[in-house]
């Protein structure tokens, strides 16, 4: 929505001869510019723009004149930065409590009466889309301030282009909120999600930016990269962590020039993604070991935001289950429902509340829960636990119907749904069942030949040998 504004914003700017159009929030971030060149993200580092206009804007509050919010500066009126720039003439609207809209008219003729108005009418009707939005409550429940916190960054940042990092524990909703985003910055893209611990390490740079034929071995045909799917949209690096240094460095480059190579072709191409990274993991620590690299980490965490796992702010769960009552399918709730949910951990976070509440509406059979719902919490952690429970058998049907290793077990391990001793439990068996045969047991497993060293790697790297003990 917001993106579309922007765009129907300068097309109507260009016709006036606008040279520049910069939106930039009260705390001196530059979000958007469009026209002559702007150096720097900040309005204290940047460059080509009047600095001292738009720092008397913000220190009086966006009330330059009598006129209210609108500021207008032409001529002599106007500061020294703006005549070195050689500007004629300038405008500063405040479109929201937080946000501005410089509009200056470079070398050209100053602007009239009629041209004021009109950037006045734009100016407003960026500020209604805004406002609009943060009506809609920006599809995050809850009333304590983490819970607001996270609805203003996701507003602010839809605004902007640079990398976000969603940084918490599996289940806080990492993907959600990109995907929040991507949608409020009205990008007229896909919202493409690589979920990285999921795809082979010797296959990820192909799925993340695609293999011309004949690129390496096993490459019969061309295929279309990932990145290249999200064309115009936003790109989801979910569990960054996981992606090997080989492929970091190619992610580092993208983020800084924007241009990347399909495997296999000469020829450069230019992306047009806005890109966003997950992890659960702490990054610092892994860029301590070598696991992870620093310049990509700075790269990448231009506009972080920490969401706090359910157990910090135990006042929205009540919001979050009232969000999702038609999973209870039409059961009321009674007395003993709020206690039970408000005395759990959560150690799933919101991922495991909503997953209670549908196994809630499917297996309690009563037309009321209540203290009920204890024997669903209690059964859901169970799950979480016991290596030879429900999970496991998930996990062998859903091998059986085709799937693989990395899209069962490792998937719910990386997610934390599978502990540690689950898996080596779970792949104990698996040894056992296969005359205690590693290929055999990748066969049973759906993991292709050429995965095998991976595998192994993985077995070794998390401590889940079968050969080994705990």
Same mark, same amino acid.
């Given at each position: 929505?917001?993106?579309?504004?922007? @765009? +129907?914003?300068?097309?109507?700017?260009?016709?006036?001869?606008?040279?520049?159009?910069?939106?930039?929030?009260?705390?001196?971030?530059?979000?958007?510019?469009?026209?002559?060149?702007?150096?720097?993200?900040?309005?204290?580092?940047?460059?080509?723009?009047? +600095?001292?206009?738009?720092?008397?804007?913000?220190?009086?509050?966006?009330? /330059? *004149?009598?006129?209210?919010?609108?500021?207008?500066?032409?001529?002599?009126?106007?500061?020294?930065?703006?005549?070195?720039?050689?500007?004629?003439?300038?405008?500063?609207?405040?479109?929201?409590?937080?946000?501005?809209?410089?509009?200056?008219?470079?070398?050209? %003729?100053?602007?009239? &009466?009629?041209?004021? @108005?009109? /950037?006045?009418?734009?100016?407003?009707?960026?500020?209604?889309?805004? %406002?609009? $939005?943060?009506?809609?409550?920006?599809? $995050?429940?809850?009333?304590?301030?983490?819970?607001?916190?996270?609805?203003?960054?996701?507003?602010?940042?839809? =605004?902007?282009?640079?990398?976000? =990092?969603?940084?918490?524990?599996?289940?806080?909703?990492?993907?959600?909120?990109?995907?929040?985003?991507?949608?409020?910055?009205?990008?007229? #893209?896909?919202?493409?999600?690589?979920?990285?611990?999921?795809?082979?390490?010797?296959?990820?740079?192909?799925?993340? /930016?695609?293999?011309?034929?004949?690129?390496? &071995?096993?490459?019969?045909?061309?295929?279309?990269?990932?990145?290249?799917?999200?064309? #115009?949209?936003?790109?989801?690096? @979910?569990?960054?962590?996981?992606?090997?240094?080989?492929?970091?460095? +190619?992610?580092?480059?993208?983020?800084?020039?924007?241009?990347?190579?399909? =495997?296999?072709?000469?020829?450069?191409?230019?992306?047009?993604?806005?890109?966003?990274?997950?992890?659960?993991?702490?990054?610092?620590?892994?860029?301590? &070991?070598?696991?992870?690299?620093?310049?990509?980490?700075?790269?990448?965490?231009?506009?972080?935001?920490?969401?706090?796992?359910?157990? *910090?702010?135990?006042?929205?769960?009540?919001?979050?289950?009232?969000?999702?009552?038609?999973?209870?399918?039409?059961?009321?709730?009674?007395? #003993?429902?709020?206690?039970?949910?408000?005395?759990?951990?959560?150690?799933?976070?919101?991922?495991? =509340?909503?997953?209670?509440?549908?196994?809630?509406?499917?297996?309690?059979?009563?037309?009321?829960?209540?203290? !009920?719902?204890?024997?669903?919490?209690?059964?859901?952690?169970?799950?979480?636990?016991?290596?030879?429970?429900?999970?496991?058998?998930? $996990?062998?049907?859903?091998?059986?119907?085709?799937? &693989?290793?990395?899209?069962?077990?490792?998937?719910?391990?990386?997610?934390?749904?599978?502990?540690?001793?689950?898996?080596?439990?779970?792949?104990?068996?698996?040894? %056992?069942?296969?005359?205690? !045969?590693?290929?055999?047991?990748?066969?049973?497993?759906?993991?292709?030949?050429?995965?095998?060293?991976?595998?192994?790697?993985?077995?070794?790297?998390?401590?889940?040998?079968?050969?080994?003990?705990?």
């Amino acid at each position: 929505m917001i993106e579309s504004v922007k @765009d +129907k914003l300068w097309d109507i700017l260009k016709q006036k001869e606008v040279s520049l159009a910069m939106l930039f929030s009260r705390d001196g971030r530059i979000l958007w510019h469009k026209g002559r060149e702007v150096i720097g993200k900040t309005i204290e580092d940047g460059e080509g723009f009047s +600095k001292s206009s738009i720092g008397a804007t913000i220190e009086k509050g966006g009330h /330059f *004149e009598k006129e209210g919010a609108f500021a207008t500066l032409s001529g002599s009126n106007l500061p020294l930065s703006a005549m070195t720039l050689q500007v004629k003439s300038l405008i500063i609207q405040q479109v929201d409590p937080d946000l501005f809209l410089y509009i200056d008219s470079g070398v050209k %003729e100053s602007f009239t &009466t009629s041209d004021r @108005d009109m /950037f006045r009418i734009i100016g407003e009707l960026l500020g209604k889309t805004i %406002e609009t $939005i943060k009506d809609r409550h920006v599809g $995050i429940a809850g009333s304590s301030q983490a819970a607001g916190r996270l609805r203003e960054l996701v507003l602010r940042y839809s =605004l902007e282009e640079e990398p976000v =990092l969603l940084i918490g524990e599996t289940g806080v909703g990492k993907s959600y909120v990109a995907e929040l985003i991507h949608q409020f910055s009205g990008r007229k #893209g896909r919202f493409v999600i690589v979920n990285c611990p999921t795809i082979p390490e010797n296959l990820l740079e192909s799925e993340i /930016f695609g293999h011309r034929k004949g690129a390496f &071995t096993g490459a019969d045909a061309n295929k279309k990269g990932l990145l290249e799917e999200a064309d #115009g949209g936003t790109f989801l690096l @979910d569990e960054i962590g996981e992606v090997p240094v080989t492929v970091q460095a +190619k992610l580092l480059q993208l983020l800084d020039t924007r241009k990347y190579r399909v =495997l296999g072709d000469t020829k450069e191409r230019t992306a047009d993604v806005r890109i966003i990274a997950a992890t659960n993991r702490d990054l610092q620590e892994d860029i301590e &070991t070598k696991r992870f690299r620093q310049d990509l980490y700075y790269r990448l965490n231009v506009l972080p935001i920490k969401i706090p796992p359910l157990r *910090e702010r135990k006042e929205d769960i009540r919001s979050i289950v009232q969000e999702n009552m038609m999973l209870l399918r039409g059961k009321s709730i009674v007395s #003993g429902f709020w206690e039970a949910i408000m005395d759990h951990a959560w150690p799933g976070n919101a991922r495991e =509340l909503i997953h209670v509440l549908k196994r809630a509406g499917i297996a309690i059979e009563e037309p009321a829960i209540g203290e !009920n719902i204890r024997d669903i919490i209690q059964g859901t952690s169970k799950s979480k636990t016991q290596g030879a429970g429900d999970m496991a058998v998930n $996990i062998r049907d859903d091998i059986k119907a085709g799937k &693989t290793f990395w899209e069962t077990a490792w998937r719910s391990f990386m997610d934390r749904d599978l502990s540690r001793a689950d898996l080596k439990t779970f792949l104990d068996r698996c040894f %056992e069942e296969n005359d205690r !045969n590693i290929k055999r047991m990748c066969r049973s497993l759906n993991i292709p030949d050429k995965d095998y060293p991976r595998f192994v790697s993985a077995l070794h790297k998390y401590d889940i040998h079968p050969k080994k003990k705990l």
